[in-house]
RNA sequence: GCGCCUGUAGCUCAGCUGGAUAGAGCAACGGUUUUCUAAACCGUGGGUCAGGAGUUCGAAUCUCUUCAGGCGCGCCA
């Protein structure tokens, strides 16, 4: 329906209004025809009118009265109004209305088949969370928010790629295996060193290693000897250390740790739902001394035309891209920087030949975006392929208090015990219910309890309802229906107007890469059924009105579960 | 100082690619169950959409500006 009234528009556009080619083409771009937000104004409105009596010096009213009667000729059509400052209100006859409802429960992008949107290759990555320690509730933000994303986007058509990219190199998993190894050993005196990881599972990882180096009590004591006062250095100054006197039990650790770390993230993640296509290991980028590796190629890439020496270390110019400064690609002492990994990892991203790469970044590397955009830039890439979505963190309540984080100290509310606590949907859920960039509290006590302010039962609720009056309904030994039979009545419709505006609300959520859209739309329409539920003794109606009840809650329970999927929740039968 | 984000009902927030009277939940008060799940529903009160200016037929939405709050600005990752 949504397809020929918008072709009528169209030819009613070319044709009947004597406009050049540029304004029609705005007049294109800005007209709209949406679902009524009231069956008052009909089932269609189009503000096609307002838009044109600009371009074309006109009355709204004037260009009304010329196309009411092109739309009024279509059989399809009952009425068409003209109201409010301009807008034109499209009354579908009883048939069309049903019809298109049967249409879009068959076929659920029914309503989207029209957008030329092509089928993109997208790649989204996400979580990337450091492996030196288990996620914690502010990665799991992240992790809905990418998932939920990449589930719309598929079901937009698009072929999405889910990827994590691992920092498996550098100072942070020295540290780690350094923590490790002084647990193991138990190299320290009365307090744990202040920079290294305190948290438990360090310890557990110390008892789960299998290896035994004989080392003294005297040994011990020469190691943790006479350190920096600096925490920082101190914990360089013990990596060295450790690194030097006993090279094999180091790199036996190190990959024991790296590799149980990142076990214990892809399980909390499969947990929660979240299965990655790809990870991807920055170690895999190679070294900065082989020259053939990923790493030595991006760099001498950009070192080629955009890049100087300066105090002894190697500059990029992204200020020619857009950047505030320049940045250090390689060090004064050899070693690559972050950047320098991460301009080879995305100069893999993009030859990988995605159409779109979609990073999901905590909302503090903000300041990161116009950086790693010059590198693309002076990589000869386009800028426009990579989009970066940022995630806020997420401040967790319990009655009302905050609750502590702190992950130096290792002491910290983890995603697994969120889960644990009120399972993956309620948590997956909550993260959703804000837009993402923005800050988001997260009280586990309203989402454990089972009071009216839990929002998720809410929903889950109309959806239980629904299968039990369906199961009720079954055992009358009646058939569910298959399509409406009584054309006239009009009790539903409030309801399935409602729920064909689904559609339209998933389109713009993946345009907009914003599910918590589908959140408020799942809101309403669970509120509009218990409004129904409420007013209407659903069994107990009149024989010739059953049918289309039944058709209608259907339709609403389908919208209903198919919504809570593209969020990774499973919508509940019984309560 | 520079950059990004935010400011909508007492509280938590929707609405922001301009559209018809600015919405919801919570909190407050008052109602609804011989009937399909009361984790529900109905009603009442509550707003200078931070302030100001501009663009427009039309602004919570776009532009500029002021104020208030948050975050980011390493040869860290």
């Known amino acids: 329906m949504y397809n020929q009234i918008s072709a009528s528009l169209n030819d009613f556009i070319d044709n009947e209004l004597s406009l050049d080619s540029v304004q029609k083409k705005t007049l294109l771009k800005k007209q709209k025809l949406t679902l009524s937000d009231s069956l008052k104004k009909g089932h269609w409105t189009s503000n096609l009118c307002l838009i044109a009596s600009n371009l074309a010096k006109k009355n709204p009213q004037d260009i009304a009265s010329a196309l009411i009667p092109v739309l009024e ?28 409802l049967d249409n879009a429960h068959n076929d659920p992008s029914y309503f989207l088949n029209s957008s030329n949107t092509s089928k993109e290759k997208i790649q989204i990555e996400f979580v990337s969370a450091n492996p030196t320690g288990p996620l ?58 202040e920079s290294a990881y305190k948290g438990s599972y360090i310890l557990e990882i110390a008892d789960a290693i299998e290896l035994d180096i004989g080392i003294t009590k005297s040994e011990k004591e020469s190691l943790i000897d006479n350190l920096p006062n600096d925490n920082e250095e101190r914990i360089d100054a013990l990596i060295e250390r450790i690194k030097i006197n006993y090279p094999e039990a180091w790199s036996t650790i190190r990959d024991f740790g790296l590799s149980y770390v990142i076990e214990s993230i892809r399980e909390d993640l499969t947990k929660f739902k979240v299965i990655f296509n790809n990870w991807f290991f920055e170690s895999s980028l190679g070294e900065l001394t082989d020259k053939k590796s990923e790493i030595s190629k991006a760099l001498a890439k950009v070192q080629k035309d955009h890049a100087y020496e300066k105090n ?20 004064e002492d050899g070693r690559g920087t972050y950047l320098s990994a991460d301009l080879a990892y995305h100069r ?14 905590g909302a503090d590397h903000h300041g990161y975006i116009k950086r790693i955009e010059a590198t693309i830039e002076a990589m ?9 979505q940022l995630v806020q963190f997420a401040n967790l309540f319990e009655n009302g208090s905050k609750v502590k984080m702190s992950t130096r100290s290792g002491n910290f509310y983890t995603l697994k015990q969120l ?8 948590s997956r859920f909550y993260y959703l219910s804000k837009q993402a960039d923005q800050h988001l509290d997260f009280d586990i006590g309203i989402a454990r309890s089972n009071s009216k302010d839990n929002l998720y ?32 009545f009009d009790e539903c419709d409030e309801l399935l107007q409602m729920a064909l505006s689904a559609q339209f609300v998933i389109k713009s959520s993946g345009e907009n890469l914003q599910p918590h859209l589908i959140i408020y739309y799942l809101r309403d329409i669970a509120q509009n059924f218990h409004q129904f539920y409420n007013n209407v003794n659903i069994l107990n109606a009149d024989e010739k009105h059953k049918n289309n ?18 969020l990774g929740i499973e919508p509940l039968e019984n309560m």
């Open 312 to 331: 002894g270390a190697i500059w990029l110019e992204s200020t020619k891209f857009g950047d505030d400064k320049d940045r250090v690609i390689i060090r």
């Open 136 to 193: 914690h509730v502010g990665h799991g933000r992240g992790a809905a928010y990418g998932d939920a994303i990449g589930r719309i986007l598929e079901r937009l058509g698009h072929e999405v790629s889910r990827e994590y990219y691992v920092n498996d190199a550098g100072r942070q998993i020295d540290i780690l295996a350094c923590s490790i190894f002084l647990r193991k050993f138990e190299c320290f005196k009365n307090e744990f060193p």
């Open 380 to 388: 000869g890439y386009s800028k426009k392929q990579m989009q970066v």
């Open 457 to 488: 039962y809410y929903i889950q609720y109309a959806h239980a309802r629904i299968s039990s009056v369906e199961k009720k309904f079954l055992e009358l030994k009646q058939p569910l229906p298959k399509k409406f039979n009584d054309v006239d």
């Open 73 to 100: 000729s279509k059989s399809e059509i009952a009425k068409v109004e003209l109201a409010g400052p301009g807008f034109i209100n499209i009354f579908l006859t009883r048939e069309a209305f049903l019809n298109q």
């Open 549 to 566: 009840i039944m058709r209608t809650l259907m339709i609403v329970k389908s919208v209903i579960a198919s919504s809570f999927q593209l």
């Open 348 to 361: 893999n991203k993009l030859d990988r030949g995605f159409d779109t790469i979609i990073n999901v970044w």
């Open 419 to 426: 889960i644990d606590d009120i399972g993956p949907d309620a």
